[in-house]
Structures are given as structure tokens and as C-alpha cells.
């Protein structure tokens, strides 16, 4: 069982930076690929980037792409999400998530592990 834990949400104005971090707890997230996904008010929850157990391959949503890095460090158990050049559309709640089965995590009916999420709003 894994437990993770999101932080580092808040408000922040158009063109700002914000740095999400994950922290897991339960087992080791070598182990695992991780990514983070997001929803948006009355929509669904979308896919955001992606990292490989070993942290050697990224992926990431169209929209994000060059503005958001995604890390990890296993010796920390953490995963964080860089995001640079924000906009308005990106707010929403931002979830961490873990798979033991994918080598990417894209889809989140493939995560096995969610943490509760953190938000995140970018005013205009």
C-alpha cells in the first residue's frame, strides 16, 4: 500500500511559477511510474505528465508541454511538478498518482494509487 501525500498548491498570477511535490509513504516509489493528473470544475480528470520508475523518460499533455517538468527522486520518495508560464486554464486540482503496472501512467483508470490532491489557480 502506498500512501501519497500532495503539497505545494496555491494562487498564483498569470505567467507565475508554482512547484507541486508528492511525498509517499508505505513503500519505496522506485517502484512505481508516476504522474499527475488534474480536474478542473465540471470536467474530468486529465493527464499532465508522466515519469518512469527510474525517472530515465518523461511524457506529457500537449498543453503542458515546456512549461511543466516533471522529477522524481527515489532516494526521497518524492515526485514534483515544475510549472513555469502558467495560465488560467491550469487551474484546477492537481493529483499525484502511482501505477506498479504501466511503463507510463496516461490514464486514470490505470493508477493505483491516488493522493487528495492539491489546488492550484491561476488568476488572469
Known amino acids: 500500500q502506498v500512501q501519497l501525500v500532495e503539497s505545494g498548491g496555491g494562487l498564483v498570477q498569470a505567467g507565475g511559477s508554482l512547484r507541486l511535490s508528492c511525498a509517499a509513504s508505505?513503500?519505496?516509489?522506485?517502484?512505481?511510474?508516476m504522474a499527475w493528473f488534474r480536474q478542473a470544475p465540471g470536467k474530468e480528470r486529465e493527464f499532465v505528465a508522466t515519469?518512469?520508475?527510474?525517472?530515465?523518460?518523461?511524457y506529457y499533455e500537449d498543453s503542458v508541454k515546456g512549461r511543466f517538468t516533471i522529477f522524481r527522486d527515489n532516494a526521497k520518495n518524492t515526485v514534483d511538478l515544475q510549472m513555469n508560464s502558467l495560465k488560467p486554464e491550469d487551474t484546477a486540482v492537481y493529483y499525484c498518482a502511482a501505477s506498479g503496472r504501466h511503463y507510463y501512467l496516461k490514464s486514470r483508470y490505470e493508477a493505483d494509487y491516488w493522493g487528495q490532491g492539491t489546488q492550484v489557480t491561476v488568476s488572469s
Open positions: 508505505g513503500r519505496t516509489l522506485s517502484e512505481y511510474t
Open positions: 515519469i518512469t520508475w527510474s525517472g530515465s523518460s518523461t
